[in-house]
């Protein structure tokens, strides 16, 4: 690979990769746009964890994603909401983002230092609808808690 040019004039890198065509449909959600061509590799890893070796492919990320996503319809969160992704750093992170970001709703997250056990107590004071998300996939479910 070649190394990284910087133009000082425009203070931007540019990266020797060629250029990646993004779509210019402004209704194709993130979510869509990723997913449009993984039917051709359904098997192939899409996520992997360094630390405990767990893997989701696919297949496995687009079903996780829907069933959120669905969940997340289920419970009246829509367009122009926000959601708060409140977890230390997970394999599972980019299940919560791309479910939230397809139904149109603003994702954001906190520091993945806060550890949950020491901040919930603050959280729960906001007395705010809460999803509690299990912090594993068993079978390919992904488990999820409602509290309110």
Same mark, same amino acid.
């Given at each position: 690979?070649?190394? &990284? /040019?910087?133009?000082?004039? =425009?203070?931007?890198? =540019? %990266?020797?990769? *060629? $250029? $990646? ?8 959600? #993130? =979510?869509?746009?990723?997913?449009? %061509? ?8 899409? #996520? ?13 990320? &687009? ?9 997340? #319809?289920?419970?009246?969160? &829509?367009?122009?909401?926000?959601? #708060?992704?409140?977890?230390?750093? /997970?394999?599972?992170? *980019?299940?919560?983002?791309? /479910?939230?970001?397809?139904?149109? $709703? ?8 806060? =550890?949950?056990?020491?901040?919930? *107590? ?6 705010? *609808?809460?999803?509690?998300?299990? %912090? /594993? ?12």
């Amino acid at each position: 690979m070649a190394p &990284k /040019s910087f133009n000082p004039k =425009t203070q931007t890198y =540019t %990266s020797p990769r *060629p $250029v $990646v065509p993004f779509p210019t449909d402004p209704n194709l959600s #993130l =979510t869509s746009f990723l997913f449009q %061509s993984s039917n051709s590799f359904p098997n192939n890893v899409a #996520l992997a964890d360094a630390n405990t070796a767990e893997t989701i492919t696919f297949l496995q990320l &687009k079903s996780l994603d829907s069933k959120l996503t669905h969940a997340l #319809l289920n419970l009246n969160i &829509k367009k122009n909401d926000d959601v #708060l992704i409140f977890t230390p750093n /997970s394999i599972h992170f *980019p299940i919560y983002f791309f /479910s939230i970001v397809a139904i149109s $709703v603003t994702a954001t997250s906190c520091n993945p230092q806060y =550890t949950v056990p020491k901040l919930w *107590p603050k959280v729960k004071g906001f007395n705010l *609808p809460t999803i509690l998300l299990g %912090s /594993s996939i068993g079978a390919g479910v992904l488990k999820v808690f409602y509290l309110f």
